[in-house]
C-alpha cells in the first residue's frame, strides 16, 4: 500500500469532489471504468463543507494506493479506512471531522 497526500487545499469544494466523484477522465473526457465509486461520505456535504471554511488550507487530499496483485477485500478496505482514521484523527470524535472515501478501480 502506498499513502500519498497532495499539495492542495485552498480551492473550493467543487474541484476536488468533482473530480474524485466524476464519471469521466477529465482529460480525456473518456468515461472511467469501472466508475469511481463512494465507500464512505457525502460528496454533497464534503463540498459544502470545504466551501463553508474561511481559512487558506480548507481540506487535505490524498490516495492510498494498492498494487494489483494486493486486491484487498472491501472488508480489509473498511479496516484500512477504519485504521487510517483512527490514527490521522487521534483523540477526535468521529462528528468532529469529515472524509470522503471513493475507491477507483479503473486504468489510466
Known amino acids: 500500500m502506498l499513502v500519498k ?7 473550493g469544494g ?3 469532489v468533482e473530480y474524485i466523484t466524476r464519471l469521466d477522465d477529465p482529460a ?3 468515461p472511467r471504468s469501472p466508475a469511481p465509486l463512494v465507500i464512505r461520505g457525502n460528496p454533497v456535504i464534503t463540498r459544502r463543507l470545504i466551501d463553508s471554511l474561511q481559512f487558506k488550507h480548507k481540506y487535505r487530499s490524498g490516495v492510498l494506493s494498492f ?4 486486491a484487498p477485500t472491501e472488508r480489509e478496505i473498511k479496516a484500512i479506512i477504519d485504521s487510517f482514521e483512527r490514527y490521522a ?5 468521529r462528528d468532529a ?3 470522503l472515501w471513493v ?3 479503473h486504468t489510466g
Do not use: S
Open 67 to 70: 498494487a494489483p496483485e494486493d
Open 5 to 11: 497526500f497532495f499539495a492542495r487545499g485552498t480551492g
Open 89 to 93: 484523527f487521534a483523540g477526535l470524535d
Open 97 to 99: 471531522y469529515n472524509t
Open 14 to 16: 467543487r474541484g476536488p
Open 28 to 30: 480525456t473526457k473518456k
Open 103 to 105: 475507491k477507483h478501480t
